[in-house]
């Protein structure tokens, strides 16, 4: 079973630029995870898609991030401009439901801001 | 609001100890439970989770873990590490009422002398 993938590995930008990630979940999983982990921190929920529809968004910081799950597969997390503190590790994950089943995580996109 | 706690964040133990890491959350319903491990340079998988009946779960590669309601609380142990579970392990949960968004833990790192 292929796992969940996601591009770029590594990203370097000046702050204000704007990057954008890509994830594909696992076949047929219908949630849809993004986490943001910070240097030293556990992985801090983003948003999270049940098919192409937001189930929760309620610590994505809304005026620079956005995210898309269109047709209930893909993903893409944007940051528009980004700041120094957006530096992390972005993983996505998924699952076939979100409840009672565990998440598959991506090895994650490395975010440098200088 | 959820949270989860663990209550070291480094940790270093010769081989053949015993390792037992602590954790516990903040929510009064019905919660699942999860441990996750990070290998260096792999992903976030799941060590063991847990969602109901027999409160001492069993994991992969000889871990287990014990749900204690009254504690909130749902350590992870190992009889005899090995220096190959040096790692990063994160504790996480997740909620019905919460939309089962999945929260974390800070983490521990362990580090196992060989």
């Known amino acids: 079973e292929a796992g969940v993938a996601q591009s770029p590995r590594y990203k370097i930008i000046e702050k204000r630029q704007s990057v954008a990630f890509w994830c594909n979940p696992i076949s047929g999983h219908a949630t849809l995870y993004w986490y943001q982990q910070i240097l030293g921190q556990g992985p801090k929920l983003l948003i999270q898609?049940?098919?192409?529809?937001?189930?929760?968004d309620s610590q994505l910081p809304k005026d620079r991030f956005s995210a898309e799950r269109l047709k209930g597969v893909d993903s893409t997390l944007k940051i528009q401009p980004a700041k120094l503190e957006d530096s992390a590790v972005y993983l996505c994950a998924s699952s076939q439901n979100p409840g009672h089943t565990e998440a598959f995580f991506g090895q994650g996109t490395r975010l440098t801001v200088v | 609001a959820q949270s989860v706690s663990q209550h070291n964040h480094h940790v270093i133990l010769s081989e053949a100890a015993s390792l037992e890491l602590g954790c516990n959350y903040s929510?009064?319903?019905?919660?699942?439970l999860f441990w996750y491990v990070q290998y260096p340079g792999q992903h976030l998988q799941l060590l063991l989770k847990?969602?109901?009946?027999?409160?001492l779960v069993k994991g992969i590669k000889g871990f287990e873990a014990e749900f204690i309601k009254s504690k909130f609380s749902f350590n992870l142990r190992k009889p005899s590490v090995q220096w190959s579970d040096t790692a990063e392990y994160f504790c996480?949960?997740?909620?019905?009422?919460?939309?089962?968004?999945?929260?974390f833990g800070a983490g521990t790192r362990l580090f196992v002398k060989a």
């Open positions: 847990y969602f109901s009946g027999d409160p």
């Open positions: 898609f049940q098919n192409n529809g937001v189930v929760d």
């Open positions: 929510y009064g319903g019905t919660v699942n």
């Open positions: 996480a949960v997740n909620a019905g009422t919460g939309g089962f968004k999945t929260i």
